[in-house]
């Protein structure tokens, strides 16, 4: 994480942060990254430090149809760790966006109740 200057653990630690977005960009259909992206992404909903976490998907790298499978990995718990949301990140309008989307997951996302300060 201090390689990329990134220390959203430490800061969401810390209470500087009540809620991190981490952008993790990375093409599904290359097998070796996915992997590598799918590790991020559980170790990312076990250290958020009882603060809230939306993970970012790096949208403008895929097909619309190639996101959600990454959407449902995030939304999905690990044992007992989840992420509070997601977000899709997109510089540039892409034209694979202009096409219709596929539909939304069949469930919405759980939204728990932010953490209350002392």
Not at 23 to 42: F, G, I, K, S
Request: hydrophobic fraction near 35%; include cysteine; aromatic fraction near 10%.
């Amino acid at each position: 994480m201090q390689r990329v200057f990134q220390d959203w653990q430490g800061w969401l630690s810390e209470g500087l942060l009540d809620l991190a977005v981490p952008m993790n960009y990375a093409r599904e259909t290359r097998r070796p990254r996915a992997r590598l992206v799918q590790r991020v992404d559980c170790l990312e909903k076990r250290h958020k430090a009882g603060r809230q976490l939306a993970i970012g998907i790096g949208a403008y790298l895929s097909a619309p149809e190639a996101c959600w499978p990454q959407a449902a990995r995030v939304r999905s718990p690990q044992g007992r760790h989840r992420a509070d949301g997601m977000s899709f990140f997109s510089y540039y309008p892409s034209p694979r966006w202009r096409r219709p989307l596929p539909p939304a997951p069949p469930r919405p996302a759980v939204v728990p109740d932010p953490p209350r300060r002392r």
